[in-house]
């Protein structure tokens, strides 16, 4: 499956973004889906997570309460609202779709297919 995320830009502090990830090529529907970051000299991190289903979610307790994920089966895509952004969520974000199961939802290691990554830049 060949993934497309968009919608990063600059955007000032407590401000908000929504980013998309567009999937093509295979069925999206049986794939957990993930959202990753990575800022500058930084490792890349788990951010979210959903089920296939929709009906499932995880979040890192650094965007819990701020940022939502959801993703619609019938269009192939998956969202994360993004809100009360801060500083330090500045970062590039990538969706991925996740292929082991026997991993953790956290774990980059668990999902073997990436998108190409979006910037998401917050002002102070």
């Known amino acids: 499956v060949q993934l497309q995320a968009s919608g990063g830009g600059l955007v000032q502090a407590g401000g908000s973004l929504r980013l998309s990830c567009a999937a093509s090529?295979?069925?999206?529907?049986?794939?957990?889906m993930g959202w990753f970051r990575q800022a500058p000299g930084k490792e890349r991190e788990f951010v979210s997570a959903v089920h296939w289903g929709g009906g499932i979610t995880y979040y890192a307790d650094s965007v819990k309460g701020r940022f939502a994920i959801s993703r619609d089966n019938a269009k192939n895509t998956m969202y994360l609202q993004m809100n009360s952004l801060k500083p330090e969520d500045t970062a590039v974000y990538y969706c991925?779709?996740?292929?082991?199961?026997?991993?953790?939802?956290?774990?980059?290691?668990?999902?073997?297919?990436w998108g190409q990554g979006t910037l998401v830049t917050v002002s102070s």
């Open positions: 090529g295979r069925t999206f529907s049986p794939y957990n």
């Open positions: 991925a779709a996740r292929t082991d199961y026997s991993g953790s939802y956290y774990g980059i290691s668990s999902y073997a297919y």
